[in-house]
T-cell receptor, first 114, second 118 residues
């Protein structure tokens, strides 16, 4: 089965700096999604990028997708203390006859130092 | 956007008892819901796919007799952890697929249920 792998596993930066996280996966996908999870909480959907898209923006977030390398990156610009959280990429395949669950990567724990 | 709720938010139970967790789609009908489990400091792992009106599909390694799933209506799926043991302590999260967004498998997650088995 496919698997998303993020790197780095943990990242600590100063407030105001940009944070970049990467994700790699193994099989063909229809879409790749990024989620944020604050400690002990549910997931917040950040952004979905479709397999025919190369880049997508949402506020301070920028996601890229390179299907030839089976990789994606999430860039958070001008980071804030509130961005401290774990970030997961998740890949999904739509099989036509029904939906498949998402496969999550191990996550990147981001700490923004004030 | 679509809203998914879970109940309870947390539960503590004794070993050997059964616990039921509910997942509801509040403003849309969900023909498909998913159940995930997350152990501390780890990622989410898909446990099963819950389909309204039919049997759930379990991922490899997940015991279907231990984790009973019932998707009796288009807005409710339940996960029952039977004869719970301490190793079942985890964070259980459900998600629902909105059929109005069928093509790209967008899913909406509940807030999660933290289960602690003593």
């Amino acid at each position: 089965s496919q698997q998303g792998e993020e790197d780095p596993q943990a990242l600590s930066i100063q407030e105001g700096e940009n944070a970049t996280m990467n994700c790699s996966y193994k099989t063909s996908i229809n879409n790749l999604q990024w989620y944020r999870q604050n400690s002990g909480r549910g997931l917040v959907h950040l952004i979905l990028i479709r397999s025919n898209e190369r880049e997508k923006h949402s506020g301070r977030l920028r996601v890229t997708l390179d299907t030839s390398k089976k990789s994606s990156s999430l860039l958070i610009t001008a980071s804030r203390a509130a961005d401290t959280a774990s970030y997961f990429c998740a890949t999904g395949i739509y099989s036509g006859g029904g939906a498949d669950g998402l496969t999550f990567g191990k996550g990147t724990h981001l700490i923004i130092q004030p | 956007g679509a809203v998914v709720s879970q109940h309870p938010s947390w539960v503590i139970c004794k070993s050997g008892t059964s616990v039921k967790i509910e997942c509801r789609s509040l403003d849309f009908q969900a023909t498909t819901m998913f159940w995930y489990r997350q152990f501390p400091k780890q990622s989410l792992m898909l446990m099963a796919t819950s389909n309204e009106g039919s049997k759930a599909t379990y991922e490899q390694g997940v015991e279907k007799d231990k984790f009973l799933i019932n998707h009796a209506s288009l807005t409710l799926s339940t996960l029952t952890v039977t004869s719970a043991h301490p190793e079942d302590s985890s964070f259980y999260i459900c998600s629902a697929r909105d059929p109005r967004l069928v093509t790209y498998n967008e899913q909406f997650f509940g807030p999660g249920t933290r289960l602690t088995v003593l």
